[in-house]
């Protein structure tokens, strides 16, 4: 599998913030490959265990993009809904899909919740992503 030239130097630079900060936030544009470049960036970092939350309808295709990358990394990929039935592992790393449905500032909903949780129990290193980074207006 090849990356485009823009996914790599999005992960080029992604990393060391990631490993400075144990925090991402990758807004990219719709179909642009934001999947692949946050499992990428798990496989540079040699994580053993990735958490990716998502929608239900996206399951399958993320699945698919972690085979054909076939990282050494263990992936589970769960929908939102879903969070309370993920097997208690120590969790390398979280990828938040659809980050703009976290909730608002101040008050979290129980989605974010839930994710504030687990990556605080885990201490895992966080990449959350989002094709509509402001989804109400500035």
């Known amino acids: 599998m090849e990356l485009r030239e823009y996914q790599k130097n999005i992960i080029h630079k992604s990393i060391p913030i990631l490993l400075e900060h144990g925090f991402l936030y990758l807004a990219m544009e719709v179909r642009t490959g934001k999947t692949l470049t946050s499992l990428s960036i798990a496989k540079d970092l040699f994580m053993n265990n990735v958490l990716f939350i998502t929608k239900k309808k996206a399951i399958k295709s993320i699945e698919n993009d972690y085979k054909l ?70």
């Not at 809904?81 to 208690?88: N, Q, T």
């Not at 909903?109 to 500035?138: H, M, Q």
């Open 69 to 138: 990358l076939s990282p050494k990394y263990r992936l589970i990929v769960i929908n939102y809904e879903s969070l309370h039935k993920i097997p208690h592992l120590k969790w390398d790393m979280v990828i938040c899909d659809e980050a703009h449905s976290l909730g608002a500032f101040p008050k979290p909903n129980k989605r974010a919740k839930a994710v504030k949780d687990i990556i605080f129990k885990s201490r895992a290193k966080v990449i959350l992503l989002s094709g509509t980074p402001t989804p109400e207006s500035y």
